[in-house]
């Protein structure tokens, strides 16, 4: 258990609709991630958010937005969804910022589009 | 730009046998190494990572050394074990002022057999 929650663990729904997933990192770990995987694409990075403010931004879409709320947990929200949106979606934390710190992993969010 | 070359999978080996899977990484500055590993179904975990020149780092009978000179981090294990199986990825975070997200390789799969 790397101390990463991610909710929903899984997920359907349709094209052209909106989802939230959440995040919460470990205790007292300021830097969320999020990544995508998906088997055309591998492991993207998304975006990072560190102590609240975003710190660095990836491959997201427009489509994509996310948020770091005061207790540190985060949101991805995925809109107008579409059938290559599907893929898992991983929450990471670290203790800072910086590149040296070890980054630990949620199990994922499976999100399936139809 | 930075970037992460793994070797192609899937690499099938019988149970004792001899791992090594390829790993070479293109980046400016100090980047920071890391293998993590993603079991069937569960989300990626940290097997090990080094963080400067000649660093070896291990974990679970596994190791990597950092070589600038190829700039390499090969991940080998002397006999592997059928619970082994999994995809491993190469990683590499890079130099401080970047921030802390990860690049990711390809990943490769392995599949050992009793």
């Known amino acids: 258990d790397s101390g990463v929650t991610q909710t929903p663990k899984h997920l359907i729904t349709a094209t052209g609709q909106r989802v939230t997933l959440r995040c919460s990192p470990r205790?007292?770990?300021?830097?969320v991630y999020w990544y995508q995987q998906s088997l055309d694409q591998g492991l993207q990075f998304l975006i990072q958010?560190?102590?609240?403010?975003?710190?660095a931004k990836g491959n997201i879409l427009e489509r994509f937005s996310a948020q770091q709320f005061p207790d540190l947990h985060s949101e991805l929200n995925l809109s107008s969804l579409e059938l290559g949106d599907s893929a898992l979606y991983f929450c990471?934390?670290?203790?800072?910022?910086?590149?040296?710190?070890?980054?630990?992993f949620g199990e994922g969010s499976w999100l399936t589009v139809v | 730009g930075n970037s992460v070359t793994q070797m192609e999978g899937p690499v099938t080996l019988s149970e004792e046998a001899f791992l090594t899977i390829n790993c070479t990484y293109t980046?400016?500055?100090?980047?920071?190494l890391f293998w993590y590993v993603q079991y069937p179904g569960e989300g990626l975990q940290l097997l090990l990572k080094?963080?400067?020149?000649?660093d070896k780092g291990s974990n679970k009978g596994f190791e990597a050394t950092y070589r600038k000179e190829t700039t390499s981090f090969h991940l080998e294990k002397g006999s592997v074990q059928v619970s082994d199986s999994a995809v491993y990825f190469c990683a590499l975070s890079p130099s401080e002022n970047q921030g802390g997200k990860l690049i990711f390789g390809q990943g490769t799969e392995l599949s050992v057999k009793p």
């Open positions: 205790s007292g770990d300021l830097s």
């Open positions: 990471a934390s670290s203790r800072d910022g910086g590149g040296r710190n070890t980054i630990y």
């Open positions: 958010y560190y102590n609240g403010e975003e710190r």
């Open positions: 080094a963080t400067k020149a000649d």
């Open positions: 980046a400016t500055g100090y980047p920071s």
